[in-house]
């Protein structure tokens, strides 16, 4: 799996370095411009503006570089919807930790589309870092979200978790990019 990540992450370099467009100057203000802001001669821009657009134009170079792509099943809408249902989570849930006996247990908790997306998002990704670094994580159903419970056997990992916090431990992992290429080749199906 580790080694799956450092090739998807070497491809999406390779991908974003070949897509970014380089910054040119049509006229002598343009070049005048650009050496008021420091911009050096030749410099090419990398950053997309917008951090989903950013990972959905990562992905879509991992597809184009990869001559095994079905593309009749390419799913990029299912990647944004999942995207959004991350900025929902991430922005707009709210998010209440207390202490329990070896780690913390948080309710999780929004309306509307934030609530939708905190009921599909937490479950999931509960389930997917159940174990790593000896951790116990488990949800629960509320009424408006979800309780999300993150304990650990030692005194160290009771501390990281408590650390880490509610969106420390979303964060926690880096099988989100695996996970965002798996939807975009349709081989995940999310309810949105």
Partial sequence: MKRTIRRLAVAAALAAAVAAPA????????THGMEMHGAAAGAAATLPG???FGAIQEIIG???ADPKTDWSKVNLEALRQ??????????????????????LEIAVTGD????AAIQRMLPAHAHEIDGQKGWSVRTAALPNGVLLTVTARTADETQHIRGLGFIGIL???AHHQAHHLAIARGEMVHAH
């Avoid at 999942?82 to 780690?103: C, Q, S, W």
Wanted: without cysteine; hydrophobic residues 40%; proline residues 5%.
């Fill in 62 to 64: 991992i597809l184009e």
């Fill in 82 to 103: 999942h995207l959004i249902d991350m900025n929902e989570v991430t922005l707009r849930a709210d998010a209440a930790a207390k202490p329990v006996e070896g780690g």
């Fill in 171 to 173: 964060a926690t992992g």
């Fill in 50 to 52: 917008q951090d989903a």
């Fill in 23 to 30: 910054i040119r100057a049509d006229s002598p203000h343009e």
């Fill in 112 to 115: 509307g589309r934030t609530l």
